[in-house]
């Protein structure tokens, strides 16, 4: 067991260190969902004045129902991010190096996506403070009550984001890739407005954003963050995390870069 603690501690610190000698990623990080919520929301706020939370009826701000879809927001660039990381390290053979060891690769491959997790969670807390000073203050029961919901989505889209690195052999088809993933789970859930609203103007649209990972993972977040539970929410992100994660392992393949010099 000490062996795998190490392995895990190891990880989780060379992913901090680079983390913090990138600076300009924690700041990047937090400039998008802060357009969203101080700018944007302005107008979107005069179009829908309140939000209603499904199936509770709870009226709140327009400001507040968004926080948590821009919490995620964050957890999925960064899982997008961590995975370019790890194209980046295929690239140069770190990570062949560290598949040399004798721990099993679905350890190491779960090690390297709780590094990624941990890190982003830093990030979003850290929105959640600049918000609560904004006026967006749920229970404070309700941040640590969160936490659990935010690693799972922050697994959830690492693991996602593994999983579509695996199938890239070049890093620069990666950022075409992300724009591809990101921007369309992101309008198309309900991270920016509830389902409700997306039933009024389309049906077929609707039905898009409720089958939408994302929308699930902001709405694990949302119900977490007020202190209740949405367990269809959570039933779906357990399992895709769990789906993702499996077929990000079984289709991890370090040697990728090597043949594509080679050929």
């Keep these: 067991m000490i062996i795998y603690w190490e392995c895990l501690r190891g990880i989780v610190l060379r992913e901090w260190l680079r983390f913090v000698q ?7 990080a937090l400039v998008r969902p802060l357009l969203w919520l101080v700018v944007f929301a302005a107008g979107f706020r005069a179009a829908l004045g309140i939000a209603i939370i499904e199936p509770y009826d709870t009226y709140i701000t327009y400001e507040t129902y968004i926080v948590p879809g821009l919490a995620c ?33 679905s350890f190491l ?18 929105f959640l403070a600049i918000a609560w000073f904004y006026g967006v ?19 959830l889209l690492s693991a996602l984001g593994l999983l579509l690195s695996n199938g890239i052999r070049q890093l620069e088809n990666f950022a075409g890739v992300m724009n591809f993933v990101i921007f369309p789970m992101f309008f198309l859930s309900s991270a920016l407005y509830p389902l409700w609203k997306m039933r ?5 649209l609707y039905w898009i954003c409720a089958l939408n990972p994302f929308t699930h993972a902001a709405e694990l ?22 789906l993702f994660s499996l ?3 079984i289709s991890f393949n370090p040697q990728h870069a090597a043949l594509r010099r080679s050929a």
């Design 109 to 126: 491959l779960a090690s390297k996506l709780v590094a990624t997790a941990l890190i982003s969670l830093l990030q979003v807390y850290a």
């Design 73 to 105: 927001m964050i957890l999925l660039f960064n899982g997008m991010q961590g995975s370019l990381s790890m194209v980046y390290d295929r690239e140069m053979g770190s990570m062949r190096v560290l598949l040399t060891s004798p721990l099993p690769r």
């Design 22 to 28: 990138q600076r300009s990623r924690f700041f990047s």
């Design 221 to 242: 977040v949302r119900h977490a963050l007020y202190l209740r539970l949405a367990p269809t929410a959570l039933m779906v992100c357990l399992g895709l995390t769990l």
């Design 200 to 204: 009024e103007a389309s049906e077929w």
């Design 137 to 155: 203050q749920p229970p404070p029961l309700g941040l640590i009550a969160a936490l659990p919901a935010l690693l799972l989505v922050a697994l």
């Design 247 to 249: 077929l990000a392992v």
